[in-house]
């Protein structure tokens, strides 16, 4: 086992939002939700978002209801892997 010379501190934030569309503005990516990093999900979460969010108005009569229908998924996912990243990180705990 090797040790680190210099310790170091790095602070991990959980965020989440209780609804990504307001009005007809949307929070897509980190702004939505931060995942902690071992989710490995940053870029992947906010290419979805947004592949999503162009479907969603595709397939929508209306601005608003795309949102609404976009804006339920993605909170949901966005909830879920905030709450997963915590598990990982709980479980990794417990293994050291």
């Given at each position: 086992?090797?040790?680190t010379p210099d310790l170091f501190v790095q602070a991990i934030y959980d965020l989440t939002?209780?609804?990504?569309?307001?009005?007809?503005?949307?929070?897509?990516?980190?702004?939505?939700?931060?995942?902690?990093?071992?989710?490995?999900?940053?870029?992947?979460?906010?290419?979805?978002?947004?592949?999503?969010?162009?479907?969603?108005?595709?397939?929508?009569?209306?601005?608003?209801?795309?949102?609404?229908?976009?804006?339920?998924?993605?909170?949901?996912?966005?909830?879920?892997?905030?709450?997963?990243?915590?598990?990982?990180?709980?479980?990794?705990?417990?293994?050291?």
């Amino acid at each position: 086992m090797s040790e680190t010379p210099d310790l170091f501190v790095q602070a991990i934030y959980d965020l989440t939002v209780p609804a990504m569309v307001a009005d007809r503005a949307c929070l897509l990516g980190d702004a939505a939700f931060v995942a902690r990093p071992h989710t490995a999900a940053g870029t992947a979460k906010a290419t979805g978002d947004a592949t999503a969010l162009a479907d969603a108005l595709a397939s929508h009569e209306s601005v608003d209801d795309a949102l609404a229908a976009w804006g339920d998924t993605r909170t949901e996912y966005g909830t879920a892997l905030v709450a997963r990243g915590k598990q990982m990180g709980d479980v990794r705990l417990h293994l050291d």
